[in-house]
């Protein structure tokens, strides 16, 4: 069994910066490809970055220029470092990741838990 578990969520005030953090722990796996998504109140999960398979990234409109997603395999660890947090970046925080089980080489879309970031002065 692979599983996410994210942290690094908090309360911040508007232009600070959190790194967010999702390590995937289980036996016999590879990351093949890995995002953040986030859901506001009121709204529909959306999209902020995502690291593909082949190492590209991309982002959301929103975030470009002030959030970047990077990987550390040897960790099977991915992250989220925001800068410039605005009030309208306050939303639960979702990691998400393709994975394959080495032993059986079934593919698993996974979820975090969530991490929640309020960004308010």
């Known amino acids: 069994q692979v599983q996410l578990v994210e942290s690094g969520g908090g309360l911040v005030q508007p232009g600070g910066s959190l790194r967010l953090s999702c390590t995937a722990s289980?036996?016999?796996?590879?990351?093949?490809?890995a995002g953040w998504y986030r859901q506001a109140p009121g709204k529909e999960r959306e999209l902020v970055a995502n690291?593909?398979?082949?190492?590209?990234?991309n982002y959301a409109d929103s975030v470009k220029g002030r959030f970047t997603i990077s990987r550390d395999n040897a960790k099977n660890a991915v992250y989220l470092q925001m800068n410039s947090l605005k009030p309208e970046d306050t939303a639960v925080y979702y990691c998400?990741?393709?994975?394959?089980?080495?032993?059986?080489?079934?593919?698993?879309?996974?979820w975090g838990q969530g991490t929640l970031v309020t960004v308010s002065s």
């Open positions: 289980g036996t016999a796996f590879s990351i093949t490809a």
């Open positions: 998400n990741a393709m994975v394959v089980v080495l032993t059986t080489m079934r593919y698993l879309k996974l």
């Open positions: 690291s593909t398979s082949g190492s590209s990234t």
